[in-house]
């Protein structure tokens, strides 16, 4: 069952699942996850910690994200949700997506770019977050991470290693 919101975007609102479980986004939803590498080859990867008033995973670490709206690629949504929560323009390569599907009609897809110019984090965040940053792997390992990121990071960084 899909149940719009009376506010937002053409995308915003929950499905509804058989055995109960709701995700946002009525047309599924998407995430960037951005990798940049340094003149030495060292990698970090951009993440925010989600604010306390977002569905799920509240204080957690991830990537930005959201519902897709009507109309709009897994790649576009992301990538506008990075804008609206980051409120940076990025010049991005893609490297590939992961699409988790929760259930037929809804799935996560997490779009992985490389950013050749390493941006500064914003020192205002809007309310979807509450910190962002810049991370090595070994650090995210170390992070309270929002559970499906987490089990998303394997195919992400795989997805990452077939392309370096």
Not at 24 to 51: K, M, P
């Amino acid at each position: 069952m899909h149940v719009p919101v009376p506010w937002g975007a053409s995308g915003d609102g929950f499905v509804f699942f058989p055995n109960g479980e709701r995700r946002w986004g009525l047309h599924g939803a998407s995430g960037v996850l951005i990798r940049h590498r340094d003149d030495n080859g060292v990698e970090t990867f951009f993440l925010a910690q989600r604010g306390d008033n977002v569905e799920g995973g509240r204080s957690q670490w991830a990537i930005p994200g959201g519902a897709i709206e009507t109309g709009e690629s897994p790649v576009d949504g992301a990538i506008r949700e990075f804008r609206e929560e980051i409120d940076i323009e990025i010049d991005y390569e893609i490297l590939g997506e992961h699409a988790a599907h929760v259930h037929e009609v809804w799935s996560y897809t997490t779009v992985v770019v490389e950013v050749k110019e390493k941006f500064s984090p914003p020192v205002e965040l809007q309310w979807e977050n509450k910190a962002s940053g810049w991370f090595t792997r070994q650090e995210i390992a170390g992070l309270n991470t929002y559970e499906e990121f987490q089990v998303a990071l394997e195919h992400l960084f795989t997805i990452i290693d077939q392309r370096s």
